[in-house]
């Protein structure tokens, strides 16, 4: 992959210069073009309920479901609602799912005054044996009990389920099925070798400032100033860098401007100023040789629900000078060469661990494809715009990369769906903290990870 | 079952809306013992009145039964030619003469908003 190719290429490091210094033209940029219009909110109202975008959900994704279901149970299966079922007649039902937890924090229960408590710390997973499974319709719900895993899934997964109510309420669950992979997108991958440099949790303005180092590395990588000439001219294949969020640490969080006296802070500049200036000396470098694109994460200046909006250009005013720099939405889709790329920063993902029995992020970015949707558990713990119209994050079209941020570590696969589609999904990890990020070829869909590290005062070599 | 005869019906309840607000819900004022008043909030959006003839009670009869029917989804905080149009391209095949109605009384915020009970609602 890239380091084969650069090795047994051209000459080392140990030999003199060559005389005449060769230059490595980057390939040019054939094709792109942005797909994430339905991420970008043009005027925002909050004053709608989160019920709309539920309902539109379940209207989206129930044709699909009806379809899957009928291609699994057979031709001949009743579809019921809710109100029309019948003790102990075999249906199948469509609906959204919801998870009651007993750990799952309550704002309710937080501001309580009867109860006293006090509010329970953040857990790394909300889960409890003593969860349940409430299917809901468009009027109605109903418990689910049978053969269904309640730990592994979460709220607002929409999904068909065939069994048949009994006597106690209850639904027996025999078997249930997820909306799959959406039909597959037309294949015009490049001919040639071309990567995409993936990164995520670039982590400026932390406290340690270990990474920088990995950080510089990085950009002079990608910008063609490491290495001997075979190593360059594989720079020279890197076609796009994409920064998947968290390009601040979470050290710039810190509200202790709030709650200290105004005299103690009245000086003090919030710790986002000076990361933003670092981030902006970084994509300044990157920009003048390769385009970018950044997306904002969880720590990141932007708005806190999904989608968040692209980071605002007044913030990087050395860096938006080169058209290369493109600041682009949280979930992010675009065509790459004709390569559709689908990701997000984590956010979604990490929220479905935290209410899920799955481990693995790698497991997990695979359940939301099987789904059919980025993130189901937005609004409920995951803060979400109040969409009517229509769910942006409903998947139409199948990626065939599909991504998210900040992962712990690097992991992909190449997932082959049943009716020919191929999506390589790629958790790429954070960088500060396993200084590594991803090299994604677009002419067979491989992944690669490249590690950056410095030699540090305790290490034993 | 006829409509109960309200207070309001005499006297009408004007509330006067400030310049440059955008259309939508005006809170409720308490009346200053706490006791609440039954009324519908008939709210005036710009100084001149409509030139339409007003809505006759049929035609908001017919969207508020639009407004309740559960099949195109929730109807609170959007106007209902969002709601219909929203309707429309989920294939939930909305009622054309809805439409129409709404289009014909776009100034009338009593036709395009959603049917408020008691003042409240949102």
Not at chain 1, 93 to 112: D, H, R, W
Request: aromatic share 8%; net charge negative; charged share 20%.
């Amino acid at each position: 992959m890239f380091s084969e190719q650069a090795a047994p290429t051209a000459q080392g490091l140990l030999a003199p210069p060559s005389a005449e210094p060769p230059t490595f033209p980057r390939v040019p940029v054939s094709g792109y073009s942005d797909c994430s219009q339905h991420f970008q909110l043009g005027e925002r109202s909050f004053s709608r309920q989160y019920a709309h975008i539920y309902a539109v959900r379940l209207a989206g994704m129930r044709p699909g479901l009806e379809q899957r279901a009928r291609s699994r149970w057979g031709n001949d299966i009743a579809l019921r609602k809710l109100s029309e079922l019948q003790a102990g007649e075999k249906c199948c039902v469509v609906g959204t799912l919801f998870k009651a937890m007993q750990l799952q924090p309550s704002i309710l229960q937080e501001i309580s005054e009867e109860h006293n408590l006090v509010p329970q710390p953040p857990l790394p997973k909300y889960i409890q044996p003593s969860d349940e499974l409430i299917l809901e319709d468009e009027l109605q719900r109903i418990k689910l009990e049978g053969a269904i895993d309640v730990q592994r899934l979460v709220t607002g997964t929409i999904l068909a389920v065939y069994g048949s109510e009994q006597d106690d309420g209850r639904f027996l669950v025999e078997d249930h099925c997820f909306a799959d992979l959406p039909p597959p997108l037309p294949w015009n991958g490049p001919s040639s070798d071309r990567f995409v440099l993936l990164a995520s949790g670039l982590g400026l303005g932390s406290v340690s400032g270990e990474a920088l180092l990995s950080t510089q590395l990085l950009v002079d990588v990608v910008t063609g100033q490491l290495g001997a000439e075979g190593e360059q001219s594989c720079a020279a294949h890197i076609t796009r860098v994409i920064l998947a969020g968290n390009l601040l640490s979470q050290n710039t969080q810190s509200r202790d401007t709030i709650n200290k006296a105004k005299y103690l802070t009245k000086k003090t500049q919030a710790a986002s100023v000076e990361a933003v200036k670092m981030l902006d000396e970084i994509l300044l470098q990157l920009c003048s040789s390769v385009p970018v694109d950044v997306m904002p994460g969880e720590f990141d200046p932007t708005n806190y629900t999904l989608p968040q909006q692209p980071l605002h250009r007044c913030m990087l005013p050395l860096a938006s000078a080169y058209a290369t720099l493109r600041l682009v939405t949280n979930p992010y889709q675009a065509n790459l060469d004709g390569v559709r790329f689908l990701g997000t920063s984590g956010q979604n993902i990490s929220d479905i661990f935290k209410y899920s029995s799955m481990d693995d992020y790698l497991e997990i970015l695979e359940w939301t494809l099987l789904a059919g949707h980025i993130s189901p558990t937005a609004p409920d713990t995951l803060g979400c715009y109040p969409f009517y119209k229509s769910d942006p994050f409903i998947l139409t079209e199948c990626p065939h990369v599909y991504f998210c941020g900040n992962a712990p570590h690097f992991q992909s696969k190449l997932f082959q769906g049943k009716e020919g589609q191929r999506v390589l999904l790629v958790t790429v990890p954070d960088f500060s903290a396993t200084q590594t990020a991803c090299l994604v070829n677009l002419r067979d869909l491989t992944c690669q990870p490249i590690t950056f590290s410095g030699f540090g005062a305790d290490s034993e070599d | 079952m006829e409509q109960p005869r309200r207070i309001t019906d005499s006297f009408p309840r004007r509330r006067r809306r400030g310049p440059g607000r955008p259309p939508g819900r005006l809170k409720d004022k308490k009346d200053k013992d706490k006791v609440q008043v039954k009324v519908k909030v008939k709210v005036q959006d710009c100084p001149h009145a409509p030139s339409q003839s007003p809505p006759d009670p049929a035609l908001l009869e017919m969207l508020r039964r639009f407004d309740l029917s559960w099949e195109y989804g929730p109807c609170t905080g959007i106007t209902r030619l969002q709601r219909w149009e929203r309707a429309q391209e989920l294939g939930l095949s909305p009622p054309g003469p809805i439409r129409d109605a709404l289009l014909e009384h776009r100034d009338n915020p009593d036709v395009t908003y959603r049917w408020v009970w008691d003042g409240m609602g949102w």
